[in-house]
């Protein structure tokens, strides 16, 4: 997962995305960096304790340092976003979930590497079908 979802879950109790959390047999993954970016962000005590009750069940790789990966040649991406892509292809993800349109929006339905680049949305979709 991005910081955004980790962000907007942790933002609001009645976040959408908190049904990530309640999917069975979904092995969920972010890294520290994305971790320490949603903490970052989030304004409030309470937010950041949310954040943390929500990564009780959430496995945190470590942050994939070389952004100048010879992937990175093929696929465009900000220097900023390079370490989430890395950190979800090295710890073996099959989805990586992003609501960041801007950036990850022209990979979004793309495999890279085995990944699948999906907004989170899509995500929840495909598992209520």
């Not at 970052?40 to 340092?65: H, K, W």
């Not at 090295?90 to 979004?108: E, I, N, Q, S």
Request: no cysteine.
């Amino acid at each position: 997962m991005d910081a955004n979802v980790l962000f907007s879950a942790a933002y609001r109790s009645d976040a959408g995305l908190r049904k990530l959390w309640r999917l069975p047999g979904v092995r969920m993954v972010t890294s520290a960096y994305a971790v320490e970016e949603a903490r970052r962000n989030l304004s409030s005590v309470e937010q950041r304790r949310e954040l943390d009750e929500l990564l009780r069940s959430v496995e945190v790789v470590p942050t994939a340092a070389p952004t100048d990966h010879p992937l990175f040649s093929s696929v465009e991406l900000p220097h900023k976003d390079r370490p989430v892509l890395l950190a979800a292809i090295g710890a073996g993800a099959t989805r990586l979930l992003t609501g960041d349109f801007r950036h990850f929006g022209p990979l979004y339905g793309e495999s890279i590497e085995g990944l699948l680049i999906l907004p989170p949305g899509d995500y929840l979709s495909s598992k209520s079908e």
